[in-house]
């Protein structure tokens, strides 16, 4: 195809993937299923090979399976651990080729164009693939061809190889199901006495186009090599995560230390490769029991300098028991987020945000980020909602403050003060503190916002007076009109 | 009328100082005013008293606050001992609920001088630490006409460690962004 060489690609089918994967964790004797609701009838899903021998099959619902096989065993389908099983079985045949792609939800593609010597040709390669499968508890078809098409149909109906250049003379004997069809296609191509893939090639191209559209030639030229099918290998997502395991157990904090500073150099090499800094690390330290500690470090601001780092994993580590030492050691980000380079300057003044961000985190690791508050303003006139507080390093500071009319400096959960009438009362107790009225401003009327029920204003409209007193304290009392009661609630400045 | 200086405020930076009264907040507020850096204001997370950016609009901005929420007095004075250390916040202000004893009041002491941040502890009545560089009290006064800028104080510096000691009725004039020293009371 390019640079005048056949393309060889290898199709593994997983015919019994999520059931494989099931008993692999946890190994059953016996039939046994992994059942998927579907509508409002648990339905087998996957089967192993002694359910299938007892005659169960894909779908079936799972009371009418019970009555053929009372043994059977079942747990529930996981589809995301299936996908994920498959995305790990992908990156390991990475081993074989780098280019490995995804066939459908249960198979793998390999381009081993070029890589098969490596293996002892393609049948060490098959060979291998074949071994180390059946070792891990996977039951796996394979199909080894020049195209993507012929090598589904070869791994799908009763696997097999096909020599370089001659994957039609491969597959012609194969129904045409093996062609990667619609189920209703390959029924009326039934119907028409086209039963294998042999016997399509060599009718007449133009009815069928007429009769079936033109995706039934494209699976066919895609299977006999006329049309050319990519592959799309996986992504490989950079992994923010490295180990380092010790020939002998350390427990001195500064040895623990000394190593996490190796893991975080190389870490940070890796995310500056990505332009990235981590926001949250884990550091888990494996003890020789087999016990683990985890350090976890949020930090206020992405980084990625180790010298800034390393400091504020201090804290954690001494806090950690190393019981009888500790021989594995291993630093992950957790949470990642985009830091492009920046120019630095030559200066690092006080106020310098970096610096903060550091301080921030400093500080973090002892009460916690969330702790670290700042002050926003919300859209509410009742008071205690009329700003908000949201954690500093996940927030940014905010404008647009007003305050039409003056508003204490604290304020507090009001406090109730014995007066009686909706004027302000010329003395009065508060706090033990006998207290007169020398101003009063007011009132400020304000009402409850009907759409949220807050129990503490329950109590209805609230007139607000600015009370200054004799003894020198400016307090924030308010009336209930609709409740008669005084309060105080805040005290000015 | 005159602009007397008081001796001791503005407060001394690299030094940690006190405040004590019932107008403590606004003490702390007004040393803030000045600056354009952020502030750190350290207290308990179980306080009922919370301040309101509202209410400190006429001394500062409020997007220049940070509150740090510490759920013990030890883990209060780490937080301010760190940030006074470190110096990228000029103020710190810290809520003290019971009295610092000598070593605290010293290592906080210690701490600013090596970062050169200001701290300013607020402290109830009576709960001075020996270490404090100045201790102040702030007792919030009658205005003689209402207005909205009438927030007298009444400042009382009861300690001090470099300079003297005596009373000031001060006046924080909103529109301006400056303290007004009314005049020198004798008592």
């Known amino acids: 195809m390019f640079c005048g060489k056949q393309r060889r690609i290898v199709c593994v089918w997983f015919p019994r993937l999520a059931s494989d994967g099931a008993l692999r964790a946890h190994p059953l004797e016996g039939p046994f299923a992994l059942t998927l609701r579907q509508g409002n009838a648990e339905r087998l899903h996957c089967l192993n090979r002694a359910a299938e021998a007892a005659g169960l099959f894909r779908g ?12 059977l065993q079942t747990r529930p389908a996981d589809l995301h651990r299936e996908a994920q099983l498959l995305a790990a079985l992908r990156r390991w045949a990475t081993r074989y080729s780098p280019w490995v792609g995804l066939e459908g ?69 194969l129904p045409v199901a093996a062609l990667r069809l619609a189920p209703e296609t390959v029924t009326a191509l039934q119907r028409l006495g086209l039963r294998h893939v042999g016997d399509l090639a060599r009718t007449p191209r133009a009815p069928l186009a007429r009769r079936f559209g033109a995706a039934l030639l494209d699976r066919l030229d895609a299977a006999t090599g006329a049309t050319p099918e990519p592959l799309t290998p996986g992504a490989e997502p950079p992994r923010f995560a490295l180990r380092l395991t010790l020939p002998d157990p350390i427990g001195l904090v500064a040895d623990v230390q000394a190593g996490t500073a190796r893991l975080l150099a190389a870490l940070c090499e890796r995310l500056a490769a990505q332009q990235a800094g981590a926001r949250v690390l884990r550091l888990t330290l494996r003890r020789v029991d087999r016990d683990t500690q985890e350090v976890e470090l949020r930090l206020a601001a992405a980084l990625r300098d180790p010298a ?13 028991d190393a019981g009888f030492g500790i021989d594995q050691l291993r630093l992950e980000a957790v949470q990642v987020e985009p830091l492009p380079a920046e120019q630095l300057g030559t200066t690092t ?89 020398a101003r009063a401003e007011g009132p400020e009327r304000l009402a409850p916002e009907w759409w949220f029920d807050d129990p503490a204003w329950r109590s209805g409209l609230r007139d607000y007076w600015r009370i200054e007193t004799w003894q020198g304290r400016r307090l924030w009392l308010f009336h209930t009109p609709q409740e008669p009661g005084w309060w105080v609630q805040g005290e000015f400045a | 009328m005159s602009d007397t200086p008081i001796p001791g405020y503005p407060l001394r930076p690299g030094r940690v100082h006190e405040v004590c009264g019932p107008g403590a907040t606004a003490f702390a507020a007004i040393c803030a005013a000045p600056g354009t850096g952020p502030v750190l204001w350290i207290r308990e997370a179980h306080s009922r008293e919370a301040l309101t950016p509202q209410g400190l609009l006429p001394f500062l901005d409020p997007a220049r606050l940070l509150i740090a929420q510490t759920r013990t007095q030890a883990d209060s004075l780490a937080v301010a001992e760190e940030a006074l250390k470190d110096g990228t916040v000029p103020l710190v202000v810290l809520a003290v609920t019971r009295p610092l004893d000598l070593r605290e009041g010293r290592r906080l002491q210690l701490a600013a001088g090596a970062g050169g941040a200001t701290g300013l502890c607020l402290i109830p009545e009576g709960m001075g630490s020996n270490a ?12 003689p006409q209402p207005g909205p800028d009438s927030t007298p104080f009444r400042w009382e510096s009861i300690k001090n460690k470099s300079g003297t000691t005596g009373a000031w009725d001060v006046l924080w004039e909103a529109a301006t962004h400056r303290l007004r020293v009314v005049s020198p009371s004798r008592e």
């Open chain 1, 349 to 437: 003044a006080p106020g310098d945000p970096t610096r903060l961000g550091d301080l921030l985190s400093r500080i973090g690791t002892r009460i916690g980020l969330e702790n670290i508050l700042r002050l926003l303003p919300a859209d509410s006139h009742v008071p205690e909602r009329g700003f908000l507080t949201a954690p500093a390093v996940f927030s940014r500071p905010a404008s647009g403050w007003n305050a039409p009319r003056p508003r204490p400096l604290v304020l507090f959960p009001p406090e109730p003060v014995a007066a009686a009438g909706s004027t302000p009362p010329r003395a009065f107790r508060w706090r033990r503190m006998a207290l007169s009225t």
């Open chain 1, 105 to 173: 939800e249960d198979g793998l593609a390999l381009d081993i164009t070029g890589a098969a010597h490596l293996f002892g040709g393609e049948a060490g390669v098959l060979a291998d693939l074949r071994a180390r499968l059946s070792r891990a508890g996977f039951t796996a078809c394979l199909g080894l061809a020049s195209s993507r098409g012929a090598a589904w149909a070869l791994a799908h109906h009763g696997e097999g190889v096909a020599p370089p250049g001659a994957d039609l003379a491969a597959i012609a004997g």
């Open chain 2, 132 to 143: 404090a560089e100045t201790r102040w009290r702030a007792t919030p006064r009658l205005a």
């Open chain 1, 60 to 71: 079936m619902a799972l009371a009418e399976a019970r009555v053929f096989c009372a043994a």
């Open chain 1, 308 to 320: 800034r780092i390393l400091p504020l994993f201090t804290r954690g580590i001494e806090a950690v």
